[in-house]
């Protein structure tokens, strides 16, 4: 057994049944890396986290391209453990999805060969044809690695081996464990969907409350660093892979998939270092002092942005957050599933509740979710927004007679 090879108590890694790993795709991978989890955790005591097998392959996408989603709003929440089906169901509905399988099966050869050289295999992740794009935005192979086995330990049950949000244990819950291969991010201070470093960390140190994604603030800041470079390489590994078979699929024609590949990944690499290059939210600093809650600054503020909120206009707040969100329809993401605009009254920011959080949710959006950015409001109108939206859960910060507006039977 070579170093690579798993722990003598994962015969499957060098055994017959490790070669049938690689050929499987989906939730039969994902049912067998569930186990290496358990196998790791029994030998992680004994040196740093478990290596993946060395026979082991990202399986070839399977599962349906979203290109479009419905103008209708989704039926309702989606049901645990149904999400294939639901995604079928789109494009009777007015959307557009796009099955993999009617890729031809050169073209899909092609293509999954030129992924394995360019991006390796989860025990030797690289990102081999573009080094120093990959070097600037510290996705070195060395990095990699390391990442990928803390990835293994703390998130793969959920966000699974690549990345697609499918894990054993993620399945079920609402909303899924995020789906990297899409490409797109929510929690975001770039203005774009693509996050910088610095929100990945505050993403992995604070988890997104209300849902499964739980805090890692516990794991020494170096491990999140390393877990923050894997995710961007299992996004840019599965953004590629998804554009080349959207391509591949719609075009039917034999595009000459390296070929195509190689413009994407240096096109989603840029996107990454734009973010990371990206300004500051326009106008989040320096905070205008509006004293504390209650104070009469602040309960002006605080007006304001209930009147910005509650404006008669289109794509307004109260449009979506109908009811400040007690009441809102949910809509299609980006991917395919159904979110609820947040109900702001509950206190439960998922991306930070701290007034730069959300400053950067007004001012950026979240295009993921059809949140549109607001660029055009000045920065006093955003910190407005900020105010209203920071103290609406807690009748006790606004003023009379907003109060009165927004909790009328107290
Ligand atoms: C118990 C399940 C679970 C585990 C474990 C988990 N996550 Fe998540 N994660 C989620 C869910 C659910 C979401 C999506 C939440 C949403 O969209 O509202 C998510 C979203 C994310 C996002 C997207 C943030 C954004 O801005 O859109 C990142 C990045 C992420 N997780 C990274 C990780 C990493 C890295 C680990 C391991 C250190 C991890 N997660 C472990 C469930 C999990
Ligand atoms: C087109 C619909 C839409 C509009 C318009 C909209 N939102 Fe949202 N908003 C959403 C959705 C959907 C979410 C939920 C995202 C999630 O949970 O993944 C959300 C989430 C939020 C959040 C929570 C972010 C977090 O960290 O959890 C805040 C705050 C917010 N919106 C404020 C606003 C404000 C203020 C406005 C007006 C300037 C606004 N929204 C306009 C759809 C919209």
Known sequence: MTPRDGPPDMPAAAGPRGRWWRRAAGTAVAAALAAVVVGGVVVAGCGGPPDYPSTLAFPARADRLVRKTPTAPPPGPNEPGKLDAELAALDAAGGTTVD????????????????????????????????????????????????????????????????????????????????????????????TPKPRHADLLRTLADGLKGTTMPPFGLLPEGERELLARYVVYLSARGQVEFETLAAAAELNVNVDPPAFAAGRLKAVLKEWQDAADAPPPAGVDPQPDDGDPGSPAHADAVRRG????????????????????????????????????????????????????????????????????????????????VRFVKSLPFPAELPPDVRAAVHPNP
């Not at 120093?132 to 081996?161: I, P, V, Y």
């Not at 490409?183 to 975001?188: C, E």
């Not at 404006?311 to 299609?332: E, I, Q």
Request: aromatic share 8%; net charge positive.
């Open 306 to 385: 209930y009147a910005l909120f509650t404006a008669k206009a289109d794509n307004s707040c109260v449009s979506c957050h109908d009811g400040f969100g007690a009441k809102a329809a949910p809509r299609y993401d980006a991917w395919g599933t159904a979110v609820k605009p947040a109900n702001l009254l509950a206190n439960l920011l998922k991306g930070g509740s701290r007034p730069e959080d959300v400053f950067a949710r007004i001012r950026g959006g979240i295009p993921a979710v059809g949140m549109p950015a607001r660029p055009e409001l000045d920065a006093r109108q955003v910190w407005d927004l």
């Open 100 to 191: 993999p399988g009617v890729v031809p099966a050169a073209t899909r050869t092609a293509l999954d060969k030129h992924l394995k050289d360019v991006f390796g295999t989860p025990s030797a992740p690289t990102i081999a044809t573009e080094p120093d794009a990959a070097g600037r935005l510290g996705l070195s192979a060395g990095k990699l690695a390391e990442g990928g086995k803390l990835f293994r330990r703390h998130c793969l049950q959920c966000h699974n081996l690549a990345g697609d949000g499918r894990g054993p244990s993620g399945y079920g819950s609402t909303p899924y464990p995020r789906d990297y291969r899409r490409g797109v991010f929510k929690f975001t201070t770039t203005g």
